[in-house]
């Protein structure tokens, strides 16, 4: 029952800039949440925290331990990547377009609105307000939309919707003020800004500016004698918003930066490398055009090592540019839609392109032309969802006419299947994890094989019909699936495709169908208000109906067949005994389930019934309790036998989804409606360029929508897996992926001062491994505990095995894991997994990754005398893996 946020399927992408650290970790929004995909291990992790609003800028510190993500809402986090845990909270005033970390990791600059700010990065250290202001610049006449820093920290370039760009020092150079560079010529918002350095001596000497209108600008030092422009008192230097006020010795008030020891040249002295652009000029050595009139310039990015620029425009081309003489390396059309984003990784052989209309997500090798990565989430929102077997799989199925096959260990997308033209209504995995069976509105069903990804059969109607729901019995012989317009349910060979029968009856759409699973008798659900148990064998027509007083909406049998439940339009769940045909118990959940408030509706949430009941059921693996969704925030879990209320898992905290808040702001309320479906923004319009959100994708037409196309939260369908230790939900978000799986991170109740390194070798050289080991997993190093397994001797493997603690055996199988791959001592590392295997059978993860290692590992040479004996112990771990499965189920 202890299920966490584990993951999010179905949207790699969603809008916002996308990060590279580290060289392979790729960090990306998704929504109101934050994705970082391992491009090495082919693996995507969500991180269990949630911002107020969709993300729309990212930064991360150069050493890669720190992330820095700002909503819509002009909240800021600051996140570490390697804890998962936000460490401080900001808002800004005004909305930011741009956020980037210095090289040297202690300054961050800030684009809000009109001002350029730098602030101190905090960094661990525990303060009482560690967001500290240094610097503000207000120069700019328009919204600043780029940034960039220089190596040594010193200069930032920034680019304006004002066709400017300036050239700022950070450090105050001397005793005078001076004024920033301006780089004008410019006819079109500038996109993005890049400083170019000198190979021999890393200092800026060239500064690269790309446009809206498809322009590059080319700028070059030319260190003359010329001397900036000082300040006359008349024309000075806007004053920082925010910088206190202090009293000199002559009763004086003067403006003094907040950072006292900031200013590097206090006695107006220059250093060595301070100061080195304040004499002379910039030379603007060429324009060049990219020619991809009528499209517009949308993303750039510049690898100052490699000195290539790439961009992407709105018409889905990209374009890879060799500088300083601009020549084309790539121009190839990746997407039909707007690329949002386009970056670099830090060896500069990867580019990452992000189209948030389509959630596509890239990256592309550019020397040998191939895909590292290539990921595009579901169109509309997901319908259904089905697990395999096994519950390594997860088929998704949404109203963009697309089938797509998740790894849930990995989190990726390995097959799409777009044969169906209509939506998709209901998925189902067959016994054997190859086949997948998917229902349409187009009025087919077909099915699927997973080992050559193609359709290899099409079940039809004489006439054409639209398929709301899917069920298959245990011997995967009979398909059914029930009508939207006909109220019928037909039934068709799985073997020859033929259709056997017709079962009529429902005076409504039948939204729910499910076999028994112990017997070959069908439960159907539908909108007349009755649920009827089906002898699709005998053709007996309806064995039982069981009338209810409102619509039902969906129909579930428990795992031993010994109970049904269903839920009706009045927010209740029904349990019945299919056997006797007695109700056996009710659970009102109408007011557990309740949802928020609308921005269009009249009532509040709690005089409002109107979506107040769930269209989703789930039992668990053994049926002591079951899983209910619908139209509202929540997902609630109930135990069964009490009909009590578990547990509530809130889906999100997203105020850009309609329906998350119970009340509304009434500062927002004005005489024409609520302030936010009033669109007062003209800047998309001016620039002709649709935002880069999924819910302006069919509603700019007048009348269509009266929220102005924002996501109403809801869950359509709720999966758990045959395993029991973690469930799907299809919500607006996203898949939503809970586990019981324990992902330990780190736990600091676990420490204390004896929990060491120094006690870790301590206990080795005591030679007391199972101490050593257990103090290297709870400190949680990868290196310490890998030397802690070597240490352990053959003969004392099942007794440390036995003893390591439940919470700590997901860790040491990672860590084994890990070693299959790598280590060149197979015998002994498959000693350890067979024990481990034996000692801890019954509480074993679902989703070990000793197999798939395994699997990898059997490409490795071998001696041939030592064969038989690995492929003995082989079958003894597969045995054993088999054993566990079958203990949990």
């Known amino acids: 029952m202890n299920y966490r946020f584990q993951n999010l399927l179905g949207a790699p992408y969603r809008g916002g800039n996308v990060v590279i650290t580290n060289n392979t970790l790729l960090i990306s929004p998704v929504g109101n949440r ?34 820095l993500t700002v909503d819509n809402n002009h909240r800021c986090h600051l996140i570490n990547l390697h804890r998962h845990v936000v460490l401080h909270r900001m808002s800004f005033k005004h909305p930011v377009n741009a956020v980037a970390f210095s090289p040297c990791g202690s300054r961050i600059a800030v684009a809000t609105g009109k001002l ?69 010529g410019h006819r079109d918002t500038v996109v993005g800004v890049f400083l170019g350095t000198e190979k021999t001596t890393n200092r800026v000497n060239r500064v690269y500016t790309i446009t809206r209108d498809c322009y590059m600008f080319s700028w070059e030092w030319n260190g003359g004698e010329g001397k900036f422009e000082e300040t006359a008192e008349g024309d000075s230097e806007p004053d920082s918003p925010g910088t206190p006020e202090r009293e000199m010795e002559g009763g004086s008030v003067v403006k003094t930066n907040k950072r006292k020891d900031f200013d590097d040249g206090k006695d107006g002295k220059l250093g060595e490398n301070e100061g080195y652009l304040t004499g002379g000029k910039w030379d603007l050595l060429r324009k060049d055009c990219f020619n991809q009139a009528p499209a517009k310039l949308t993303a750039g990015d510049y690898h100052r090592g490699l000195n290539l620029v790439v961009v992407g425009f709105s018409n889905g081309v990209f374009g890879l540019y060799q500088l300083p003489d601009f020549i084309c390396i790539h121009l190839l059309s990746i997407s039909r839609e707007k690329i949002t984003t386009a970056v670099f990784n830090e060896a500069g052989n990867w580019l990452t392109f992000g189209c948030a209309k ?37 088929a998704t199925g949404a109203d963009d006419n697309k089938v797509k096959v998740w790894t849930v260990s990995s989190g990726f997308c390995f097959v799409t299947f777009s044969e169906h033209t209509n939506a998709v209504t209901a998925l189902y995995f067959m ?19 997973l080992f050559r990804y193609r359709n290899f059969r099409t079940f039809t109607t004489p006439s054409s ?135 269009t509706d009249r009532r509040s949430a709690a005089n409002s019934s109107s979506r107040n009941y769930f269209t989703t059921l789930c039992y668990s693996a053994d049926g002591s309790y079951i899983l ?19 547990r509530q898992f809130q889906i999100t905290c997203n105020l850009s989804r309609d329906g998350v808040f119970d009340f509304l702001n009434s500062k927002k309320m004005t005489k024409d409606g609520p302030l936010d479906l009033i669109d007062d923004d003209n800047s998309d319009i001016e620039e002709g360029v649709d935002k880069q959100i999924q819910a302006k994708l069919d509603y700019d ?50 420490l204390d001062v004896d929990v060491t390194p120094e006690a870790v070798e301590a206990a080795l050289s005591e030679d007391q491994p199972n101490r050593a080991l257990i103090i290297s997993l709870r400190l949680n190093e990868d290196a310490l505990i890998k030397k802690c397994i070597f240490a352990v001797s053959p003969l004392d493997i099942p007794a440390v095995a036995s003893s390591i603690p439940y919470r700590y055996l997901q860790r040491v199988i990672d860590a084994f894991a890990d070693l299959l791959e790598s280590c060149p001592h197979l015998e002994f590392i498959l000693r350890w997994c067979q024990e481990l295997c034996k000692a801890h059978a019954p509480r074993m993860p679902g989703n070990t990754p000793i197999t798939s290692a395994i699997h990898k590992q059997s490409s490795v040479p071998i001696a041939k005398s030592s064969m038989y004996q690995i492929l003995l112990l082989l079958r003894e771990v597969v045995v054993a893996s088999v054993h566990a499965v079958s203990q949990i189920i």
């Open 358 to 394: 389509l959630g596509q997500l890239l990256v592309w090798e550019w020397r040998s032309e191939s895909y590292v990565l290539k990921q595009q989430g579901h169109y509309f929102d997901v319908n259904c969802v089905a697990y395999s077997q096994d519950s390594q799989l997860l």
């Open 701 to 750: 037409l007048p009348g269509s929508k009266a929220n102005h196309g924002r996501p109403v939260i809801r869950t359509k369908c709720l999966r758990i897996a045959p395993t029991g230790r973690s469930f799907g939900a299809a919500t607006t978000e996203g898949v939503l992926i809970y586990s019981i799986d324990e992902s330990f991170i780190f736990d600091p109740t676990d």
């Open 465 to 599: 019909r639209q398929f709301v729901s899917l069920a298959a019995d245990q011997s995967g012989e009979v398909i059914c699936a029930g009508t939207l317009d006909s109220f019928e349910i037909f039934v068709w060979s799985m073997k020859t495709g033929r259709l056997l029968d017709v079962l009529s009856g429902h005076e409504g759409p039948v939204h729910g169908l499910m076999f028994s699973p112990t017997n070959a008798i069908l439960a159907s659900s539908s909108w007349d208000r009755t649920v009827r148990l089906w002898d699709v064998f005998e053709g007996k027509g309806a064995v039982e109906t069981f009338p209810h007083t409102h619509d039902v909406l969906t129909v579930v049998y428990r795992p031993d067949g010994r109970q049904l439940a269903c839920c009706t339009l009045d927010g209740q769940i029904h349990f019945w005994d299919p056997i006797d045909g007695l109700l056996m118990y009710t659970i009102e959940g109408s007011r557990d389930i309740k949802s928020g408030r609308l921005m």
């Open 34 to 67: 934050v994705s970082v995909t391992d491009l090495v291990k082919s693996q995507t992790v969500t991180l269990p925290v949630q911002s107020s609003s969709d993300i729309g800028r990212l930064a991360a510190s150069p050493d890669g331990v720190f992330l």
């Open 116 to 184: 350029l700010q730098i602030w101190r990065s905090p960094g661990f250290k525990k303060e009482f307000f560690p967001f500290e202001l240094i610097r503000t610049f207000a120069d700019f006449d328009d919204k600043v939309t780029a940034l960039d820093w220089s190596p040594d920290s010193k200069y930032i370039l920034a680019g304006s919707k004002d066709l400017t760009a300036r050239l700022f020092s950070v450090n105050k150079i001397g005793d005078v003020k001076t004024k920033p560079f301006l780089f004008l």
């Open 431 to 449: 016994a054997r994890n190859h086949c997948l069976l998917s229902a349409s509105l187009d009025g087919t069903v077909r099915a699927w094989d």
């Open 628 to 646: 209910a969704a619908g139209n509202s925030n929540v997902i609630c879990m109930y135990d069964v036998a009490e009909q009590v209320l578990l």
